[in-house]
């Protein structure tokens, strides 16, 4: 069975910047599409950020694209976000996505059960 692993939240005041990473069991993440969502209470879980599985496109989600960067570690399998000039709207549980396919900023047909997240806290 899969697991993934996100760790690197944190508290940062507006304009910081934290990295996000994951990990996974029994999986080769650069051989699928692999992405970031986040939820806050009370709303859906939504999409961030993705990385396409052949060609290692990246897509964003609109209020995150400039400050926000997802890239693979594939020597370490690892995933990671680069969160840049964060702001308080970016507060959420951030967990990651691997999948079949990356599109709008989207993982779908995810290959495991959703991980515990990390927690994303930014002050104004």
């Known amino acids: 069975q899969v697991e993934v692993v996100e760790s690197g939240g944190g508290l940062v005041e507006a304009g910081g910047s934290l990295r996000l990473s994951c990990t996974a069991s029994?999986?080769?993440?650069?051989?699928?599409?692999a992405g970031w969502f986040r939820q806050t209470p009370g709303k859906e879980r939504e999409a961030v950020s993705c990385?396409?599985?052949?060609?290692?496109?990246?897509h964003y989600q609109a209020s995150v694209k400039g400050r926000f960067t997802v890239t693979r570690d594939n020597a370490k399998n690892t995933l990671h976000l680069q969160m840049n000039k964060l702001e308080p709207e970016d507060t959420a549980m951030y967990y990651c996505?691997?999948?079949?396919?990356?599109?709008?900023?989207?993982?779908?047909?995810?290959?495991?059960?959703w991980g515990q997240g990390t927690q994303v806290t930014v002050s104004s």
């Open positions: 996505a691997i999948g079949s396919y990356c599109s709008d900023a989207r993982v779908t047909e995810l290959h495991h059960s």
């Open positions: 990385i396409s599985r052949y060609y290692g496109d990246t």
């Open positions: 029994r999986l080769t993440i650069d051989l699928f599409a």
